[in-house]
C-alpha cells in the first residue's frame, strides 16, 4: 500500500466524534501538570495509564500524545513567569522569557511560547508524516540481532547523552532484570517469589506509578506548596495574541530549531531538554547581537520552545518505528501501546500502519487545539503552583491507586507500586537515574525476546552475524556509544 | 545517614536481589532461557564492583562512612511525615479489599490531608468528597473499572 492508502485508513479511523474531546482533555491535563514544577507530564501520563486500558486503543494513544504535548509547553509557563520551569526541558526558555517578565513583556513571552510551540510540533510531525514509511520499510528489514543492537543502543545512549556511564548502565542492567521477571518463553516461572500475579511479568503500570509518580510525591510533601514565593503579574489575553503573531517575525529561527528539534528528538535518550539546549545554543551562536540573549531576547524564547515542542515528533518516531524510547515520557507511550495488544517496533509498522499514521496526523489538530487552549487559559494553567501539598498529594496517592487497581483488579498490584515507590524515592535521594531504570525494565522482556531469537538463529554461526552490514553499523554505534563518555573525559583532560 | 553509605548499602541490596534471581534462573533446564538473566547479572555485577569502589573511595575521602545512632534515629522516624504517611498507605491498602475501595479510599484521603496538616472538619471531608466523587462518576459510571468491594462500598 502507498502512502495515499495508509492516509486514507488514517483519516477513516480519525473520523470519530469523540476524538477532538480526548485531544481538549489531554491537552488540557498536560498543560496543567506540565506547569507544576517537578510534576511534569510524566505524572499525568503515568497517572493516566490505567484508566487508558478502557478506552478505545486509538483514543487512548491520541489523548496520552495530547498530554505529551501539553506538558511539554506547560513546562515554560512557570519558567516565563517565575524562571522556574516546569519541566528540565524549560530551562532555556527562561534564560529569556523571565527577563521579559521583568521587563513587563510577559504576555508577549507567554504568546511567543505558545505560537513556538504549536509550529515547532506542526512542522517536526510534517516531516515525520512524509519520512515514516520510508523509514518504515528499512526497520523491516531489521532482524533480531539488529533489533537487540537497537534496543542496546537505546539503554548505552542514555549513559552517552548523560555522560555518567556507569550509574546509567548499572540502573538500565537493573531495569532489564527485573523487566524479564515473570514466565520464560518455555513458560517456567522466573523470581515471581510464589506469586502467581507476577506470572505474566511485573505489571507495567502499577510500577512505573509507583516508581515515577509515588516518588515524587514523597519528594514534594517536604515543601508546603510546589513552589513558594514569586509574584503573580497581570495576565492580558491581547497581548498574548499579539505575542503568538510575532512569532512569524522569527521564521528563520522557527524553522531552524524546529528541524534540531526533530533530529534530536530521533535520537534515543537525547529528549527535549537538550533539543532545547541545543536550539538556543545555535541561535545564540548564529545571532547578529548575541549579547542581548539572557537579557529578554524574544528569539531565546522562540528556539527553546520550538526546539523541545520539536523533538516530540522525533521521539515518537523513533519510539514506533523502533520500539525504543528516547524518553520517559515515551517510554510510557511504549507501555501505552503493549496495554492495547501492540507492540511499537517492525510488528507496528509491519501490522498497524493505518493507525501509526492516524496517530501522527492527530497531533496536527493536537498542535491547532493547543494554540486556543493555551491562549485562553494560560492566566489559569499557571496559578496552579500555587496549589497546597496537603490537597495535592492526598489527591494523587488516590488516583495513584485507583490507576494501579485499573488493569487487573488486584491488591497485589498496589503492594508492586509501594514497592517501586521506595525503589524510586532511594534512587532520587541518593542521586541514582531513574530514567536507566524504566528504560531497562520496560526494553527487558524485548532484549529476552530478541537475544532468544538471535542465539536460536545464530548460537552455531557466529561469524554470520557480521555479514549483516545492518548489525555491524548497530554494534559500532553501541561501542562508540559505550566507549564515549570515557574517551571524552580523556581528551578533556588532554586538553586541559 | 550519610550518603555515601547509602549508596553503598543501596547498591549491596541492589546485587543481593539480582543475584537471588540469578541463582533460580540458573537452575532452569534451557540455556536460551536464562542467557538474558546471565548477560545482564554478571555485567551488573561488574559495574556494581566498579560503583562500590568509587563510593567507598569517596566515602573514605570525606570521612562519610557513619551509621547514625539508631537511638536517635527511630524517634525522629516516628515523628517524620513522609514514614507517617507511608505507614498509613500501607495500613490503606490492607483495609481496601475488606471495607471496599471508596469508603477506605474517602477515610485514608481524610487521614493523609491531617499527616500533612489540613486541620478543620470541612478543610479535611469536604475535599475527599470531591475526589471520590469525580473518581465515583469517570472510573465506575463511565469507564466501568472495576474497582475492590468489601461489605460496605
Known sequence: ?496 | MSRSLGRIIFLILVWLFSLKYYVECIRLPEFSEKITVAVAFWLLTLFVGVELFRRIREGLRSKDLKFPPYREALPRLAKDRRAQLVASVIIYIIIIPLIGFYITSFLAFCGFSYILGTRGFIRVVIPGVIILTFIFFIFTAILNLNLPEGFLF
Not at chain 1, 54 to 65: G, R
Not at chain 1, 134 to 146: H, I, M, S, T
Request: hydrophobic share 55%; aromatic share 10%; net charge positive.
Open chain 1, 1 to 496: 500500500m502507498e502512502l495515499s492508502g495508509y492516509l486514507f485508513k488514517a483519516l477513516n479511523m480519525l473520523w470519530l466524534w469523540d476524538i477532538p474531546l480526548w485531544m481538549l482533555g489531554g491537552l488540557a491535563i498536560g498543560i496543567f501538570l506540565g506547569a507544576l514544577p517537578g510534576v511534569s507530564g510524566v505524572l499525568a501520563i503515568t497517572l493516566l495509564l490505567g484508566p487508558s486500558y478502557y478506552m478505545p486503543p486509538l483514543q487512548a494513544i491520541i489523548f496520552l500524545t495530547a498530554i505529551y504535548t501539553g506538558s511539554v509547553y506547560g513546562g515554560g509557563i512557570t519558567a516565563v513567569l517565575l524562571n522556574i520551569p516546569g519541566t528540565p526541558a524549560a530551562i532555556c526558555t527562561g534564560f529569556d522569557g523571565y527577563p521579559m517578565t521583568q521587563q513587563g513583556r510577559h504576555n508577549e513571552a507567554l504568546g511567543l511560547s505558545i505560537m513556538s510551540s504549536a509550529i515547532g510540533l506542526f512542522l517536526s510531525y510534517l516531516i515525520v508524516f512524509f519520512l515514516f514509511l520510508p523509514l518504515g520499510r528499512l526497520v523491516l528489514k531489521f532482524g533480531p540481532a539488529e533489533m537487540l543492537m537497537v534496543v542496546i543502543f537505546a539503554l548505552t545512549s542514555v549513559g552517552m547523552v548523560k555522560s555518567e556511564i556507569i550509574p546509567n548502565v548499572l540502573t538500565g542492567l537493573f531495569g532489564i532484570l527485573v523487566g524479564t521477571i515473570g514466565s520464560s518463553a518455555y513458560g517456567h516461572t522466573r523470581g515471581i517469589f510464589g506469586q502467581m500475579a507476577l506470572f505474566e511479568g511485573i505489571p507495567l503500570i502499577p510500577a512505573l506509578l509507583g516508581i515515577l509518580a509515588m516518588s515524587e510525591l514523597m519528594i514534594m510533601i517536604e515543601r508546603p506548596f510546589v513552589i513558594s514565593g514569586g509574584v503573580r503579574p497581570k495576565q492580558d489575553i491581547w497581548e498574548v495574541i499579539r505575542g503568538m503573531g510575532s512569532t512569524f517575525s522569527y521564521t528563520g529561527t522557527v524553522i531552524r530549531s524546529s528541524l534540531v528539534g526533530l533530529v534530536i528528538g530521533l535520537m534515543p535518550a537525547a529528549g527535549s531538554t537538550i533539543a532545547s539546549m541545543v536550539s538556543y545554543g545555535l541561535a545564540k551562536r548564529v545571532s547578529r547581537d548575541p549579547d542581548q540573549f539572557g537579557k529578554g531576547e524574544a528569539r531565546g524564547v522562540v528556539a527553546a520552545e520550538t526546539a523541545n515542542n520539536g523533538s516530540e515528533g522525533g521521539a515518537v518516531a523513533t519510539m514506533m518505528l523502533l520500539g525504543i524510547p528516547g524518553s520517559v515520557t515515551t517510554a510510557l507511550l511504549i507501555a501505552a501501546f503493549m496495554i492495547h495488544g501492540m507492540s511499537p517496533g517492525p510488528f507496528l509498522v509491519r501490522e498497524n500502519l493505518g493507525f501509526a499514521y492516524a496517530v501522527i496526523l492527530s497531533q496536527f489538530p493536537i498542535a491547532a487545539l493547543l494554540l486556543f487552549v493555551a491562549a485562553l487559559f494560560v492566566n489559569y494553567f499557571a496559578r496552579v503552583i500555587y496549589l497546597p501539598t496537603r490537597i495535592l498529594v492526598p489527591a494523587v496517592l488516590i488516583f495513584a491507586v485507583v490507576g494501579s487497581l485499573a488493569t487487573r483488579g488486584l491488591t497485589i498490584d498496589v503492594v508492586i507500586m509501594l514497592i517501586f515507590a521506595g525503589f524510586g524515592y532511594i534512587m532520587k535521594k541518593l542521586d541514582y537515574p531513574i530514567m536507566g531504570f524504566v528504560l531497562g525494565f520496560i526494553l527487558g522482556g524485548l532484549v529476552d525476546k530478541e537475544l532468544l531469537k538471535s542465539y536460536l538463529m545464530f548460537g552455531d554461526d557466529l561469524p554470520a552475524l557480521f555479514a549483516r552490514p545492518a548489525f555491524v553499523v548497530l554494534l559500532a554505534l553501541n561501542i562508540v556509544s559505550i566507549a564515549w563518555p570515557t574517551v571524552s573525559a580523556w581528551l578533556a583532560g588532554r586538553r586541559k
